[in-house]
Protein backbone atom coordinates (compact mmCIF):
# COMPACT_ATOMS: atom_id res chain seq x y z
CA UNK A 1 0.00 0.00 0.00
CA UNK A 2 1.54 3.78 -0.91
CA UNK A 3 2.61 6.19 2.01
CA UNK A 4 -0.17 8.30 2.48
CA UNK A 5 2.24 11.09 2.09
CA UNK A 6 2.16 10.36 -1.88
CA UNK A 7 -1.45 10.50 -2.20
CA UNK A 8 -1.60 14.29 -2.56
CA UNK A 9 1.02 14.15 -5.10
CA UNK A 10 -1.24 11.83 -7.19
CA UNK A 11 -4.48 13.56 -6.99
CA UNK A 12 -2.86 16.54 -7.95
CA UNK A 13 -1.05 14.94 -10.97
CA UNK A 14 -4.63 13.38 -11.97
CA UNK A 15 -6.35 16.55 -11.32
CA UNK A 16 -4.00 18.28 -13.62
CA UNK A 17 -4.34 15.50 -16.23
CA UNK A 18 -8.03 16.12 -16.10
CA UNK A 19 -7.79 19.86 -17.03
CA UNK A 20 -5.30 19.69 -19.49
CA UNK A 21 -6.43 16.37 -21.54
CA UNK A 22 -9.93 16.12 -21.52
CA UNK A 23 -11.92 13.19 -23.47
CA UNK A 24 -12.04 14.13 -27.32
CA UNK A 25 -9.78 16.99 -27.28
CA UNK A 26 -6.92 18.64 -27.79
CA UNK A 27 -4.48 20.91 -26.16
CA UNK A 28 -5.96 24.38 -26.25
CA UNK A 29 -9.69 23.42 -27.21
CA UNK A 30 -12.80 24.17 -25.39
CA UNK A 31 -14.90 21.96 -26.22
CA UNK A 32 -14.88 18.22 -25.61
CA UNK A 33 -17.18 15.11 -26.64
CA UNK A 34 -17.44 12.11 -24.17
CA UNK A 35 -17.91 8.60 -26.04
CA UNK A 36 -21.06 6.68 -25.23
CA UNK A 37 -22.94 3.29 -25.80
CA UNK A 38 -26.66 2.49 -26.75
CA UNK A 39 -28.77 -0.05 -28.75
CA UNK A 40 -29.78 0.45 -31.97
CA UNK A 41 -33.06 2.49 -32.21
CA UNK A 42 -32.81 3.61 -28.24
CA UNK A 43 -32.41 7.37 -27.31
CA UNK A 44 -29.00 8.04 -26.34
CA UNK A 45 -27.53 11.34 -25.01
CA UNK A 46 -24.32 12.57 -26.19
CA UNK A 47 -22.56 14.81 -23.77
CA UNK A 48 -20.28 17.35 -24.45
CA UNK A 49 -18.29 20.17 -22.33
CA UNK A 50 -17.03 23.57 -23.25
CA UNK A 51 -14.26 24.92 -21.44
CA UNK A 52 -12.23 28.27 -21.06
CA UNK A 53 -8.86 26.84 -20.59
CA UNK A 54 -9.06 25.23 -16.98
CA UNK A 55 -12.72 25.66 -15.85
CA UNK A 56 -15.68 25.04 -17.38
CA UNK A 57 -17.92 27.22 -19.46
CA UNK A 58 -20.85 27.85 -19.57
CA UNK A 59 -23.47 28.78 -21.96
CA UNK A 60 -21.64 28.10 -24.68
CA UNK A 61 -23.51 27.54 -28.32
CA UNK A 62 -22.58 23.87 -29.51
CA UNK A 63 -22.98 22.48 -33.24
CA UNK A 64 -23.35 18.25 -33.11
CA UNK A 65 -22.35 16.78 -36.37
CA UNK A 66 -21.98 13.47 -37.78
CA UNK A 67 -20.13 13.17 -41.12
CA UNK A 68 -21.03 16.77 -41.89
CA UNK A 69 -25.15 16.43 -41.21
CA UNK A 70 -26.03 18.39 -38.30
CA UNK A 71 -27.59 16.52 -35.60
CA UNK A 72 -28.64 19.04 -33.22
CA UNK A 73 -27.66 22.63 -31.52
CA UNK A 74 -27.32 23.36 -27.97
CA UNK A 75 -26.63 25.48 -25.36
CA UNK A 76 -24.21 24.39 -22.59
CA UNK A 77 -25.24 24.64 -18.72
CA UNK A 78 -23.78 27.03 -15.85
CA UNK A 79 -21.32 24.07 -15.35
CA UNK A 80 -20.19 23.90 -18.52
CA UNK A 81 -21.65 20.11 -19.42
CA UNK A 82 -24.59 20.06 -22.69
CA UNK A 83 -26.73 17.11 -24.00
CA UNK A 84 -28.33 16.21 -27.17
CA UNK A 85 -31.02 13.52 -27.26
CA UNK A 86 -30.49 11.57 -30.44
CA UNK A 87 -31.06 8.19 -31.91
CA UNK A 88 -29.25 5.91 -34.39
CA UNK A 89 -30.90 3.30 -36.92
CA UNK A 90 -27.75 1.72 -37.72
CA UNK A 91 -25.34 -0.40 -35.65
CA UNK A 92 -21.55 0.22 -35.18
CA UNK A 93 -19.09 2.91 -34.68
CA UNK A 94 -20.49 6.51 -35.66
CA UNK A 95 -17.90 9.58 -34.89
CA UNK A 96 -19.56 12.27 -33.67
CA UNK A 97 -18.21 15.83 -34.00
CA UNK A 98 -18.62 19.08 -31.67
CA UNK A 99 -18.04 22.67 -32.90
CA UNK A 100 -18.20 25.43 -30.59
CA UNK A 101 -16.55 28.88 -31.20
CA UNK A 102 -14.05 28.07 -33.76
CA UNK A 103 -12.77 24.63 -31.84
CA UNK A 104 -13.65 21.21 -32.98
CA UNK A 105 -13.18 17.78 -31.09
CA UNK A 106 -14.86 14.39 -31.74
CA UNK A 107 -16.24 11.29 -29.91
CA UNK A 108 -17.40 8.31 -30.90
CA UNK A 109 -21.00 6.45 -30.13
CA UNK A 110 -20.82 2.56 -30.14
CA UNK A 111 -24.39 1.82 -31.33
CA UNK A 112 -25.29 -2.39 -30.84
CA UNK A 113 -28.59 -4.24 -31.75
CA UNK A 114 -29.93 -5.89 -28.56
CA UNK A 115 -28.64 -9.30 -28.55
CA UNK A 116 -24.98 -8.13 -29.65
CA UNK A 117 -22.26 -9.62 -26.92
CA UNK A 118 -20.22 -7.05 -25.62
CA UNK A 119 -16.62 -7.81 -24.13
CA UNK A 120 -15.68 -4.75 -21.61
CA UNK A 121 -12.24 -4.43 -21.47
CA UNK A 122 -9.95 -2.29 -18.76
CA UNK A 123 -7.15 0.08 -19.50
CA UNK A 124 -4.93 1.13 -17.27
CA UNK A 125 -3.03 3.83 -18.00
CA UNK A 126 -1.40 5.99 -14.70
CA UNK A 127 -0.16 3.14 -12.88
CA UNK A 128 2.25 2.04 -10.47
CA UNK A 129 2.82 -1.78 -12.41
CA UNK A 130 2.45 -2.03 -16.28
CA UNK A 131 -1.20 -2.66 -16.98
CA UNK A 132 -1.80 -6.36 -18.37
CA UNK A 133 -3.00 -5.54 -21.88
CA UNK A 134 0.35 -4.05 -22.55
CA UNK A 135 2.80 -7.11 -21.56
CA UNK A 136 2.00 -8.35 -24.78
CA UNK A 137 0.88 -6.02 -27.29
CA UNK A 138 0.97 -8.36 -30.51
CA UNK A 139 -1.22 -10.88 -29.01
CA UNK A 140 -3.92 -8.47 -27.29
CA UNK A 141 -4.19 -7.43 -30.85
CA UNK A 142 -4.35 -10.51 -32.59
CA UNK A 143 -6.82 -11.92 -29.93
CA UNK A 144 -9.09 -8.26 -30.28
CA UNK A 145 -9.08 -7.90 -33.63
CA UNK A 146 -10.42 -12.16 -34.08
CA UNK A 147 -13.14 -11.21 -31.14
CA UNK A 148 -13.91 -7.88 -32.65
CA UNK A 149 -16.06 -10.25 -35.39
CA UNK A 150 -18.71 -11.89 -32.81
CA UNK A 151 -18.44 -8.64 -29.78
CA UNK A 152 -18.58 -5.10 -29.65
CA UNK A 153 -15.50 -3.66 -27.38
CA UNK A 154 -15.74 -1.50 -24.99
CA UNK A 155 -12.78 0.17 -23.22
CA UNK A 156 -13.18 1.48 -19.59
CA UNK A 157 -10.60 3.97 -18.21
CA UNK A 158 -10.12 6.23 -15.30
CA UNK A 159 -11.80 9.36 -15.89
CA UNK A 160 -8.22 10.99 -15.55
CA UNK A 161 -7.01 8.14 -18.44
CA UNK A 162 -9.57 8.71 -20.86
CA UNK A 163 -7.29 10.56 -23.81
CA UNK A 164 -4.27 8.45 -22.88
CA UNK A 165 -6.42 5.41 -23.52
CA UNK A 166 -7.03 6.70 -26.94
CA UNK A 167 -3.84 7.44 -27.79
CA UNK A 168 -2.55 4.18 -25.99
CA UNK A 169 -5.39 2.05 -28.14
CA UNK A 170 -4.44 4.52 -31.26
CA UNK A 171 0.05 3.44 -30.90
CA UNK A 172 -0.65 0.16 -30.66
CA UNK A 173 -3.25 -0.58 -33.16
CA UNK A 174 -5.61 -1.95 -31.39
CA UNK A 175 -9.84 -2.19 -32.83
CA UNK A 176 -11.05 1.22 -32.50
CA UNK A 177 -13.97 1.33 -30.57
CA UNK A 178 -15.65 3.85 -27.37
CA UNK A 179 -13.47 4.51 -24.16
CA UNK A 180 -15.92 4.76 -21.37
CA UNK A 181 -15.04 6.58 -17.88
CA UNK A 182 -14.84 3.74 -15.48
CA UNK A 183 -16.55 4.04 -12.00
CA UNK A 184 -16.81 0.68 -11.11
CA UNK A 185 -20.16 -1.07 -10.35
CA UNK A 186 -21.89 2.45 -11.08
CA UNK A 187 -20.44 1.77 -14.50
CA UNK A 188 -21.67 -1.92 -15.42
CA UNK A 189 -24.93 -0.92 -13.78
CA UNK A 190 -25.24 1.73 -16.17
CA UNK A 191 -24.50 -0.41 -19.14
CA UNK A 192 -26.99 -2.95 -17.98
CA UNK A 193 -29.86 -0.82 -17.55
CA UNK A 194 -29.36 0.45 -21.20
CA UNK A 195 -30.11 -2.98 -21.77
CA UNK A 196 -27.08 -3.94 -23.28
CA UNK A 197 -25.70 -7.43 -23.34
CA UNK A 198 -22.35 -7.98 -21.35
CA UNK A 199 -21.01 -10.70 -22.08
CA UNK A 200 -17.48 -10.53 -20.64
CA UNK A 201 -15.44 -8.34 -18.30
CA UNK A 202 -11.65 -8.83 -18.61
CA UNK A 203 -9.49 -6.59 -16.01
CA UNK A 204 -7.78 -6.44 -12.99
CA UNK A 205 -8.81 -8.51 -10.10
CA UNK A 206 -10.90 -5.48 -8.79
CA UNK A 207 -12.32 -5.29 -12.05
CA UNK A 208 -13.36 -8.28 -12.26
CA UNK A 209 -14.96 -8.30 -9.12
CA UNK A 210 -17.12 -5.52 -9.68
CA UNK A 211 -18.48 -6.75 -12.66
CA UNK A 212 -19.73 -10.01 -10.44
CA UNK A 213 -23.57 -9.13 -10.49
CA UNK A 214 -24.11 -7.81 -14.52
CA UNK A 215 -21.13 -9.49 -16.70
CA UNK A 216 -22.08 -13.39 -17.47
CA UNK A 217 -18.38 -14.11 -17.12
CA UNK A 218 -15.27 -12.56 -16.06
CA UNK A 219 -11.77 -12.86 -16.73
CA UNK A 220 -8.55 -12.10 -15.55
CA UNK A 221 -4.34 -12.76 -16.41
CA UNK A 222 -3.97 -12.21 -12.20
CA UNK A 223 -5.37 -14.82 -9.56
CA UNK A 224 -8.71 -13.77 -8.91
CA UNK A 225 -11.70 -15.05 -6.32
CA UNK A 226 -14.50 -13.83 -8.74
CA UNK A 227 -13.97 -15.14 -12.34
CA UNK A 228 -11.61 -16.96 -14.37
CA UNK A 229 -7.95 -16.69 -14.57
CA UNK A 230 -6.15 -17.06 -17.90
CA UNK A 231 -2.85 -16.59 -18.71
CA UNK A 232 -2.53 -15.59 -21.87
CA UNK A 233 -4.43 -13.26 -24.63
CA UNK A 234 -4.20 -16.68 -26.76
CA UNK A 235 -6.23 -18.19 -23.95
CA UNK A 236 -8.70 -16.23 -23.44
CA UNK A 237 -9.42 -15.73 -26.71
CA UNK A 238 -10.24 -19.80 -27.00
CA UNK A 239 -12.60 -19.47 -23.91
CA UNK A 240 -14.57 -16.74 -25.70
CA UNK A 241 -14.79 -17.98 -29.09
Known amino acids: MPHSGTLPIRWLFAAALFCLA ?4 VAGADVFVFDTITVQNHPVFIKVLTKDRLFPAGGQRVRIEKKGVVLGRILTGG ?3 GFLKTEFASPGIHEIAAQSDGERATGTVLVVTPDRPLILLEIKVVSLRRSFIDTDT ?3 RDALESLTETYGLVYLAGRFEIDGAR ?17 GRETFRW ?7 LSAAVGSPEFSDAAKATAERRFSFSRTASGETVKSWKELLSRLQ
Open 138 to 140: EGA
Open 167 to 183: QFIRSNRYPASVVIPYR
Open 22 to 25: MPGS
Open 191 to 197: MSDKGLR
Open 79 to 81: DGY
